[in-house]
T-cell receptor, first 115, second 117 residues
Framework: GAVVSQHPSWVICKSGTSVKIECRSLDFQATTMFWYRQFPKQSLMLMATSNEGSKATYEQGVEKDKFLINHASLTLSTLTVTSAHPEDSSFYIC???????????FGPGTRLTVL | AQTVTQSQPEMSVQEAETVTLSCTYDTSESDYYLFWYKQPPSRQMILVIRQEAYKQQNATENRFSVNFQKAAKSFSLKISDSQLGDAAMYFCAYRSANQGGSEKLVFGKGMKLTVNP
């Protein structure tokens, strides 16, 4: 299957700072990328869907000004957690796909800890 | 809106035995995809098996097979000859076929599988 990477794999930051997480499709052009959040022992919660060159579509209850998503190229999407607070601590996972595939390919995830 | 239900939060199985994970879903659509994903302790999501709703034949991937009952909206996963490496969280997921791969996945709550040596 296709490969998706995330960077960083883990990050610790102070409350009030912003953190950027990158999601890259390494061997295919991803027309659509998804961002998920996962709390311990829970399922994946979709935060937003982003199509290359367009504004992201956020799920209900997700603050778009808090979680900024940019999908400026066919191989890169970024999630920026602005003014992070301890309640934003979580595991963030991205996935990517294109019209060629019938499945999403998942990145390895990023563990965010806000102190 | 579509929903996916995994009613068993945890299961255990002896190594080399067979275990079946249950999943039901609700949809008014006729064309869709169903998936089973595995999430080991590394937390990397791994696709185990996929079923297209228009196909009557149940999907099979080596030791993994599904029992897809479209009328009953049931999609169970059978793991044969269980191995220690099968221990993980398993998520059932649904995706509409309306817009191809760009459609979002709807996940169940997951089920933790323990494999006992």
């Amino acid at each position: 299957g296709a490969v998706v990477s995330q960077h960083p794999s883990w990050v610790i930051c102070k409350s009030g700072t912003s953190v950027k997480i990158e999601c890259r499709s390494l061997d295919f052009q991803a027309t659509t990328m998804f961002w998920y959040r996962q709390f311990p022992k829970q399922s994946l919660m979709l935060m937003a869907t982003s199509n290359e060159g367009s504004k992201a579509t956020y799920e209900q209850g997700v603050e778009k000004d808090k979680f900024l998503i940019n999908h400026a190229s066919l191989t890169l999407s970024t999630l920026t957690v602005t003014s992070a607070h301890p309640e934003d601590s979580s595991f963030y996972i991205c996935s990517a796909t294109s019209g060629y595939y019938n499945e999403q390919f998942f990145g390895p995830g990023t563990r965010l800890t806000v102190l | 809106a579509q929903t996916v239900t995994q009613s068993q939060p945890e299961m255990s199985v002896q190594e080399a035995e067979t275990v079946t994970l249950s999943c039901t879903y609700d949809t008014s659509e006729s064309d869709y995809y169903l998936f089973w994903y595995k999430q080991p302790p590394s937390r990397q999501m791994i696709l185990v098996i996929r079923q297209e709703a228009y196909k009557q034949q149940n999907a099979t991937e080596n030791r993994f097979s599904v029992n897809f009952q479209k009328a009953a909206k049931s999609f169970s996963l059978k793991i044969s000859d269980s191995q220690l490496g099968d221990a993980a969280m398993y998520f059932c997921a649904y995706r509409s076929a309306n817009q191809g791969g760009s459609e979002k996945l709807v996940f169940g709550k997951g089920m933790k599988l323990t494999v006992n040596p």
